[in-house]
């Protein structure tokens, strides 16, 4: 009896696996073939001829290598000022000596629970008077804020964890804030800086909203944003879609099958702390 | 050290850079929305205060938001009722330790990294009326060709925009479940086993009550998700046709973006955060009483 109700249980996660990777599977296919086998010939096996053509035309002709290039640039600048001033500013709050800091920590923690669209207006009006909107600062500028609450909170919970002993030697050798800032307590907090930053990289790399808002020139646009003019530019060519498609998940998968545990652990402390 | 770490000027130093962009591009903002939420203005000419007005016409005038406001509610009800208890249900299975747990952890979560644009342009796909995965497998078990546009049709396709969202998300909740189960102290089992409770005694008595906190998170999570829903709507269906599948999300970036009603529509962007806010008071008011039950175990 028990034995037959594990193997019930077992077919259960088996089926949901199915429909979790299925269409995703389809997908891939269907990146590499062409409209024939997609409308008819062959819809649900593997390709029968690999046109890996699909993923050339789509990356020089379709404009997709510059989309992954931005998004590239996007993400990696904001992962990487996001993680600096966070861990900076982390570290105030949690070790330093001031009055307000609590204040300022829950202040911060407030711009969790804010949607990005009650920003969107005022943002895009203030940094058209900037003369910045339509560029790369233009998009980094609100990319950067709005990943500040998470990362500080990932960051600070952190801190909070480290014995003070650590540092407090150096100090007494007569290290400065910034140097022992730099040498010792920067490397102790890299755990949670990778936890923060794939946090930061993924939300950024998937972002639509202030990316469709904010750039309208084809040389700054994101790939989200790129493949959805690139699919009605192309809409009849499924083979092409598909492969510019796999092309944007590719670096979220395979950040996600090397460091699945930590990709898994950083999303749900995301959660939690939100 | 203290006396290192109470420096005002370090202090400004490391703090300022966050603080300040956090303030201008962030809070400042959202309050702007507020102030022009309460004015008549199109963004070029003078601004004409109304009040609350422009709240009030959301709901009495307005055509579509009435209905908006009920798809989001829909998507909420489709996260709360389908959702969470499949991913809790997952996630109690695979705590029990099965064959293969960390594989089936691990697939199910491949959807939530990959982008609510390349996941709404697939189930775009899936739900195309001569080609789509939909279709051709509906027309294998009938045997005959089956045409139907899910997403061009009224009433088809909001649901058909809630059905990915759902999908996507499942492997989210479920591991947050996980990890919170996996965080219970095996004692409270070990205690249970030799009282000889079952698997099912064991889940609903033990498990469930303190897992509280975290199911909260998970409504919360899932409430203001889908109060803010916008990416997947806006890819797959763009709120139509005429309008069927619009969520404030939608209709917000429509008045703001394409109707030039600055005032109006920052008062559509601002319900979206009220909403959000009110809710979340309203369920760690109601899981306060349940989280005191469960620190009595």
Not at chain 1, 226 to 252: H, K, R
Not at chain 2, 32 to 59: A, C, P, Q, R
Not at chain 2, 107 to 123: A, D, K, R
Request: proline residues 4%; positive net charge.
């Amino acid at each position: 009896m028990k034995k037959v109700k594990k193997r019930i249980l077992f077919i259960i996660l088996i089926l949901i696996a199915i429909a979790q990777l299925f269409p995703l599977y389809w997908l891939i296919t269907f990146s590499l073939k062409s409209n024939i086998e997609i409308f008819g010939e062959n819809v649900l096996g593997l390709p029968k001829d690999w046109r890996w053509i699909n993923y050339t035309t789509a990356l020089s002709d379709g404009g997709v290598l510059r989309y992954f290039l931005n998004s590239v640039f996007y993400s990696g600048t904001t992962v990487a000022v996001t993680g600096i001033i966070t861990a900076m500013a982390g570290y105030a709050i949690a070790r330093m000596k001031w009055k307000l800091n609590n204040l300022v920590f829950g202040f911060f923690a407030l711009g969790i629970m804010i949607p990005t669209q009650a920003a969107l207006l005022p943002l895009f009006q203030v940094l058209d008077k900037l003369g910045l909107k339509g560029g790369y600062i233009g998009l980094l500028i609100p990319y950067i804020s709005f990943a500040i609450p998470m990362s500080l909170m990932i960051l600070v919970s952190f801190y909070k964890g480290i014995p003070k002993e650590m540092e407090e030697a150096s100090y007494i050798d007569g290290c400065g804030v910034l140097r022992c800032f730099g040498t010792i307590i920067l490397p102790i907090i890299k755990p949670a800086l990778a936890t923060a930053s794939i946090f930061t990289f993924l939300g950024t790399w998937n972002e639509l909203m202030f990316a469709n808002t904010l750039v309208d020139s084809s040389d700054f646009r994101t790939l989200p944003v790129g493949i959805m003019s690139f699919s009605g530019q192309y809409s009849t060519d499924w083979g092409l879609i598909g492969a510019a498609m796999v092309i944007a998940t590719l670096p979220t998968i395979i950040v996600y099958f090397f460091l699945s545990n930590q990709v898994q652990e950083s999303l749900v402390m995301g959660a939690v702390k939100g | 050290m203290d006396k290192m770490l109470g420096k005002k000027r370090y202090i400004a130093i490391f703090v300022m850079p966050a603080l300040l962009l956090f303030l201008c591009f962030v809070v400042a903002p959202l309050v702007v929305t507020g102030i022009y939420s309460l004015f008549e203005y199109d963004g070029i000419g003078t601004m004409k205060f109304l009040g609350l007005s422009n709240y009030i016409e959301l709901f009495t005038k307005d055509r579509y938001f009435p209905k908006a406001l009920t798809n989001s509610l829909v998507l909420a009800g489709a996260s709360i009722f389908i959702q969470i208890p499949l991913s809790l249900l997952l996630a109690i299975i695979l705590a029990r330790g099965i064959k293969g747990e960390k594989a089936f952890r691990t697939i199910y979560f491949v959807p939530v990294v990959i982008s609510s644009m390349v996941i709404g342009q697939l189930w775009m796909k899936i739900f195309n009326s001569q080609y789509g995965l939909l279709n051709i497998i509906i027309g294998f078990f009938t045997g005959e060709k089956f045409e139907y546009s899910w997403l061009s049709t009224p009433s088809t396709a909001f649901i058909a925009t809630v059905i990915p969202a759902v999908w996507q998300y499942i492997g989210y909740h479920m591991l947050i479940f996980y990890a919170g189960i996996k965080s219970i102290p095996t004692d409270y089992y070990e205690a249970a086993k030799i009282d000889g409770a079952s698997n099912g005694q064991v889940s609903l008595k033990i498990t469930l009550p303190l897992l509280t906190p975290v199911i909260k998170t998970c409504l919360l999570f899932a409430l203001t998700g889908s109060f803010r829903a916008f990416d997947l709507i806006y890819v797959m269906t763009g709120g139509g046709p005429n309008h069927a599948s619009e969520v404030p999300g939608t209709l917000m970036y429509s008045s703001l973006f394409r109707r030039g009603l600055y005032g109006y529509g920052s008062a559509q962007a601002f319900f979206i955060v009220i909403e959000c806010l009110v809710f979340s008071y309203v369920i760690s008011r109601l899981f306060k009483k349940a989280e005191e039950n469960a620190s009595v175990i």
